[in-house]
């Protein structure tokens, strides 16, 4: 780039070169190819063309000019002070600095709202004016061409609908053996009679529409069908296909075995109602208008098209007057009306959905449904093939959406009302498994629903153009949140299957014990702390697993529960000591659940152990939970065997062989009583062990099982006292004297004591 800089306006014959090739350049093709012609004409294989002196004298000035910023700059100023566009653009740049309040935003927009309006209201009546030409004698209407292009038609029409008619209910009466071979088989046989009566009207449909374009293409001699019976049969088929979609998502077993659960009476409403509005939409814009366009005028067409329009929208809002209607009286039913009964897996499906969000859905879809209807209505207007491309399909894959997600959430319903089963070669205890599985069916069922509807809004959303799901899925975030929480429900899903199997088994092994009360207590014990140690790591590690499959960084997660653990090891000592005094309680089988033992100066039932604690009930029933740092010592009345101490005291003028006698022959009788199995060694006679204040005190002990002292010691005590009364053997007890003091002068002190004399009684009243 030259290092001169060149001022246009201050050089004249450079400005005015440049003028002059401006204008040669705006004068047209022809004199700027003049100025750049060869000199001569040249072959292909001829020397590079040669630019014209004068031409080249225009040229050279002018780029140098244009390579030079500042040079530019101001020539482009110069040209628009010469042609006044400067203050246009700054007229522009001072409206678009103009503020923009929210008054003029809503007066643009009630502008626009008011043109467009008018727009489609004139292109309404223009669209509407086609009629007239149906009615005017000038128009150039070929009306022996219709007539013979519609006699062929109204054959096909004719034998496309009796032969469809005929082999449906040819089809139907074929597989009336067949429901009754199925019915009431289970789920599979339900589906198998689904898919007959499927392909049964698929079969119809078929037939219809290939013989009669056959027939018809047989009976008027041509070998061919027109292109308006070709229209005709392709709109039979697509109404007919639309049809038996409707027919299988309400019942297509006579009204039974629908995919989406309503009423009898609204299935019936919603499928005649549909097929009537698919069918108008069908046959008036695949056929009548099309047929119209090329037999009469494209005025005429369009004006039908209108028309066949206005009345869909008329009838689809009539039908959802009456659906919503019907809903509403069958909602307002007395409660003593007998509803239609209702299936497991609806129930469950039912259950599972929030009452407030069924209520709302009840009360909001009338008002979203006018809306469509409404919206539908105003494209098909304005846009008619923007209705056809885009509001047809999007409303396709709405339907499909839901019809897919209701079929889901039934299958899922139906399979939650299912018994899981264990292997019989597996030591699993059935109901407990069963049982748990079942607490988590409606949890599973509100995360399916939850995730079905989020998958049904998401299709609506991209189906309508509102929101671009499908490049949101493609993308990297899209992609890896999906397979994140694929992923995690899977973790969750197994977590909780293993806890369930886990869980079962140690039931199983808990209920099938083999072996000592002793061991048995002890595989109780162990098994209750392993299922609280499994549910704790599943928890644990499997909400750790499943967070870091949704993309959560899960190491500051674990750093601080490290921290956390080291505070609370400093600040919780007494937690700690509690959990290592139980490790090794544990360890040293000092206690089981159902033993009765002494700790923490409480004496009672052990009803439930942990790492930190023990739970004891005592004889009054009360609870207590005592700690293991609390426990300085463990006293259990159940090990391995037991003893009842019986000591009995007996007056010093009675004898002691009598008194040991005594005791032996209670022990005689005891053997004889039902406690016989738990007394494990004769009696174990001491004899004297002491000389009390009032009597001689005798010592024997029982030999037991373990848990049966108390209520064997309670037999033979009761059984001494009936031997002693037997036998005259006295059993001391406390005795007072009464000592009556005497006053100064020697007199006794009286007592207010009355005798009286006792009357023997009569035989009579003894008896």
């Not at 036998?727 to 000592?739: K, Q, V």
């Amino acid at each position: 780039m030259p290092s001169t800089s060149y001022r246009p306006l201050q050089c004249p014959t450079r400005f005015m070169a440049m003028l002059l090739f401006a204008c040669l350049l705006m004068n047209g093709p022809a004199h700027s190819q003049t100025l750049l012609a060869p000199t001569s004409e040249s072959s292909a294989d001829s020397e590079p063309d040669v630019i014209d002196p004068a031409a080249k004298s225009v040229v050279t000035p002018l780029l140098e000019v244009l390579r030079n910023d500042e040079a530019r700059k101001t020539l482009i100023e110069a040209l628009e002070q010469s042609t006044g566009t400067t203050g246009a653009a700054s007229e522009e740049a001072a409206e678009d600095q103009a503020p923009v309040t929210v008054a003029s935003q809503l007066a643009q927009l009630t502008k626009t709202a008011i043109e467009q309006t008018l727009g489609i209201v004139r292109k309404l009546v223009a669209d509407l004016s086609g009629l007239a030409s149906l009615f005017d004698t000038q128009a150039a209407t070929d009306w022996s061409r219709l007539i013979a292009e519609t006699m062929p038609l109204l054959a096909t029409v004719v034998i496309s609908v009796a032969l469809y008619m005929l082999a449906r209910r040819a089809f139907r009466g074929a597989l009336g053996g067949a429901r009754h071979r199925l019915e009431g088989h289970g789920i599979l046989a339900v589906i198998a009679l689904v898919f007959l009566h499927v392909l049964a009207e698929v079969l119809a449909l078929a037939i219809g529409y290939f013989a009669a374009g056959a027939l018809s293409a047989t009976m008027f001699g041509t070998g061919s069908v027109s292109i308006y019976q070709t229209l005709y049969l392709n709109a039979f088929l697509v109404a007919g296909a639309t049809a038996i979609i409707l027919r299988t998502v309400t019942g297509i077993v006579n009204g039974e075995y629908p995919l989406l659960r309503l009423s009898a009476a609204m299935r019936l409403m919603l499928r005649q109602r549909a097929i009537r509005l698919s069918g108008l939409l069908v046959f008036g814009i695949a056929f009548v208008v099309p047929a119209t366009n090329s037999l009469v005028s494209f005025a005429v067409g369009r004006s039908l098209r209108v028309v066949v329009y206005t009345l869909a929208a008329a009838y689809a809002v009539n039908a959802i007057r009456a659906l919503s209607r019907l809903q509403q009286e069958e909602a307002n039913k007395p409660a003593e009306a007998a509803p239609e009964p209702e299936e497991e897996g609806d129930a469950a499906v039912n259950e599972a959905l929030p009452q407030p969000v069924q209520s709302a859905f009840m009360l909001i879809w009338p008002w979203l449904a006018y809306l469509y209807v409404a919206a539908s209505y105003v494209i098909a207007l304005s846009r008619p093939a923007l209705f056809v491309d885009f509001v047809g399909g999007a409303t396709l894959k709405t339907a499909a959406a839901i019809v897919l997600g209701g079929l889901v959430l039934r299958s899922c319903g139906y399979l939650s009302t299912k018994t899981i089963r264990a292997p019989a070669f597996l030591p699993l205890d059935e109901k407990a498994l069963s049982s748990r599985l079942t607490s988590f069916v409606p949890i599973m069922l509100r995360i399916i629903w939850l995730l079905v509807g989020v998958a049904i809004l998401a299709v609506v959303l991209d189906a309508w153009a509102i929101v671009d799901v499908g490049m949101w899925l493609e993308g990297q975030r899209g992609s890896a949140l999906i397979a994140g929480l694929v992923s995690s429900l899977i973790v969750i899903s197994v977590s909780v299957v293993v806890w369930a199997v886990a869980s079962s088994w140690i039931d199983h092994r808990m209920e099938n014990k083999h072996g000592s009360a002793l061991t048995n207590a002890r595989y109780r014990t162990l098994y209750s702390l392993l299922k609280n140690a499994i549910t704790v790591a599943l928890v644990v590690f499997g909400g750790m697993i499943a967070l870091s499959e949704l993309g959560l960084d899960i190491g500051p997660l674990l750093a601080g529960a490290g921290v956390l653990g080291l505070a609370i090891g400093f600040g919780a000592q007494k937690l700690v000591q509690d959990i290592i005094s139980g490790v090794f309680i544990q360890l040293e089988n000092a206690m089981n659940v159902g033993d009765v033992v002494g700790a923490g100066g409480i004496t009672g039932v052990v009803e439930r152990l942990t790492l930190r604690s023990v739970s004891l009930r005592d004889l009054s029933g009360i609870y207590h939970i005592i700690p293991f740092s609390s426990v300085d010592s463990v006293s259990n009345y159940m090990r391995n065997f037991a003893y009842h101490v019986e000591e009995v005291g007996i007056a010093y003028k009675e004898s002691v062989e009598e008194g040991k006698a005594a005791m032996l022959e209670a022990f005689d009788r005891l053997m004889e009583t039902d406690h016989k199995p738990d007394i494990l060694e004769p009696l174990e006679m001491h004899g004297v062990t002491g000389l009390g204040d009032s009597a001689v005190l005798i010592r024997a002990r029982i030999k037991t099982a373990p848990g049966k002292q108390w209520g064997v010691g309670r037999a033979y005590t009761e059984i001494v006292k009936q031997v002693m009364d037997e036998r005259d053997i006295e059993i001391p007890f406390p005795h007072t004297t009464l000592y009556l003091g005497r006053d100064k002068e020697g007199r006794t002190d009286q007592l207010p004591v009355k005798l009286e004399k006792i009357e023997p009684r009569s035989d009579k009243t003894s008896a």
